[in-house]
């Protein structure tokens, strides 16, 4: 997406394809957590996320958040740029969205939580190899680091 056009903040909820449209899958087998826990689980991760030819993503992915319980992130809003400090294969990612998962004990793990939905923002920095299969590291806010592989299905 070029610097002069307008985001499209409701595209994410379209569900029809586009000329150029990518739909590929997200998984993630291994998070780092910043500062460990008993009470830290194995977290793991698969999803979709579609990306349009300008660079808008959009999708969804379930997980087991770091205390074990099934949780889902839905975001209608992301963008990819690629071609990072001159390196071609190089992309900074960013979503937003829905996540739900974090109940009970665990609420206030994440902010402005409630009933186990909050709001939440994925930064992201990976390498697109020319297969079009892509790893990247998430930035979970102030929690930890995801590593994630993306692989085209489309």
Do not use: C
Not at 34 to 56: C, I, M, Q, T
Request: aromatic content about 16%; proline content about 5%.
């Amino acid at each position: 997406m070029s610097s002069a056009q307008a985001y499209d903040w409701g595209d994410g909820f379209n569900l029809s394809s586009k000329a150029g449209d990518s739909l590929n899958l997200m998984v993630s087998p291994y998070t780092a957590h910043f500062h460990p826990s008993d009470d830290h689980k194995y977290v793991w991760l698969v999803g979709v996320e579609r990306e349009r030819a300008d660079g808008a993503l959009a999708g969804a992915a379930f997980f087991s958040n770091s205390f074990g319980q099934e949780s889902a992130y839905i975001f209608p809003w992301g963008e990819i740029y690629r071609n990072v400090l001159d390196q071609p294969q190089m992309y900074v990612k960013w979503t937003a969205g829905l996540l739900y998962g974090y109940r009970g004990k665990y609420e206030d793990k994440v902010p402005f939580n409630h009933g186990g939905f909050s709001p939440a923002i994925v930064p992201s920095l990976g390498w697109e190899f020319s297969s079009k299969q892509q790893i990247q590291l998430n930035l979970l806010g102030f929690n930890g680091l995801m590593l994630q592989f993306t692989q085209p299905l489309k």
